[in-house]
């Protein structure tokens, strides 16, 4: 229990800093003042002040954040401090200082915003490099053909290496997995490379039902009548660099599907998850290896980024698409209606992490 807590602390404090570090040295490079870089949320628990900047430790683990001068939702993120409105607030329309955000190009000002999300892209990049340089790039090959099986009837044979499976390129045999699981009962494409060649096979995926960690409940998934072995080769520097980007724009696209089937109510929402769940994966790939941990931050990383697109006021997405309306309209909204609309982002974005550690709590409890 200590070592998942001491893991799981590691994990989402080094994936908040990667991605507020991004906001502050964007913000910086363009000149806009920044009073307070914190990781976490709500009242200080510890920190000291260099120069213009607060750098502090807060209570609530959940998140951090860069305060950027002269933004609109400067009163809103003063509830994240536990303190009142600022002196920024109360100045309403007045012209920006030379320090402000709102003073900025409208570049810089998306630049910044943006830089968060790239930081913890490219920390995904990286860290799937490393693991490729590091433990070996694996491969997915096919070991053992059901007789009878979907992948029998399509014409998969044993040593067939797995390259694409229903359009993605695959990696490993998780994402092989993943990518069945998600088609029961409807046709796929599986592209092998067999004897040197590149050959396309359609096979469906029989419906089976398996019990959820995430749900507690049993979900109907897809399987084809396969095992997977892996075949591991170290990668060089270049080799593993596309590897790493590869890797996390499979990640990025698994995210987006799995965000589209929440909405079309393919996938459930008590499989979205927190920090507990967080936690638990965490400690399992710990317990694996050092390597293994590395994969899953740099996946949390991509969640992260993801999220943090998403045009929701409060988050990194809700800035830019004010930015997008201002580039449209020629102006920017004023700032009441900045105000409003990051006060209901805020409550939104707290009632999905409510609900999120809410199914955490009953995940533990059905056990």
Excluded: C
Excluded at 35 to 40: A, E, K, L, M, V
Excluded at 141 to 160: N, Q, Y
């Amino acid at each position: 229990m200590i070592v998942t807590i001491l893991v799981t602390i590691l994990v989402l404090g080094v994936l908040i800093f990667v991605h507020e570090l991004g906001h502050f040295a964007a913000a910086k490079s363009v000149g806009i003042d920044v009073p307070r870089f914190s990781i976490g949320l709500g009242p200080k628990m510890v920190g000291f002040r260099r120069g213009e900047t607060e750098y502090v430790l807060s209570w609530i683990p959940l998140g951090g954040y860069v305060k950027m001068a002269g933004m609109a939702d400067e009163e809103v993120t003063s509830t994240l401090e536990g303190g009142g409105a600022p002196e920024q607030a109360a100045r309403g329309e007045a012209r920006p200082g030379p320090g402000d955000f709102d003073g900025k190009p409208l570049w810089a000002r998306v630049f910044a915003i943006s830089a968060g999300v790239i930081m913890n892209w490219l920390f995904a990049v990286v860290a799937f490099a490393a693991v490729a340089m590091g433990r070996g790039v694996l491969e997915p090959r096919i070991a053992e053909v059901v007789p009878g099986s979907p992948a029998a009837e399509a014409g998969l044979r044993a040593d067939d290496l797995i390259r694409r499976v229903d359009g993605a390129a695959v990696h490993d045999p998780g994402q092989v997995t993943m990518r069945v699981d998600r088609r029961p009962g409807e046709s796929i494409d599986i592209v092998v490379e067999r004897g040197g060649e590149e050959l396309t096979f359609v096979a469906t995926p029989e419906a089976v039902e398996q019990y959820s960690d995430l749900t507690g409940e049993s979900r109907t998934v897809g399987r084809v009548g396969i095992t997977i072995g892996a075949e591991s080769g170290r990668a060089g520097p270049i080799a593993a660099l596309g590897r790493g980007w590869s890797n996390t724009t499979y990640w990025g696209g698994a995210v987006l599907q799995f965000l589209g089937d929440l909405v079309t109510g393919r996938s459930s929402a008590r499989e979205v998850g927190g920090p507990i769940l967080i936690g638990e994966i965490s400690g399992r790939a710990a317990r694996a290896g050092f390597w293994e941990l590395l994969s899953f931050m740099a996946i949390i990383s991509v969640n992260l980024a993801i999220f943090n697109l998403l045009p929701i006021p409060v988050l990194d997405g809700g800035h830019l698409l004010f930015l997008g309306i201002e580039a449209i309209r020629g102006r920017a909204l004023s700032v009441e209606a900045r105000m409003r609309f990051t006060t209901v982002g805020m409550v939104f974005v707290l009632a999905l992490m409510v609900w999120a550690v809410g199914n955490d709590v009953l995940r533990v409890i059905l056990r």
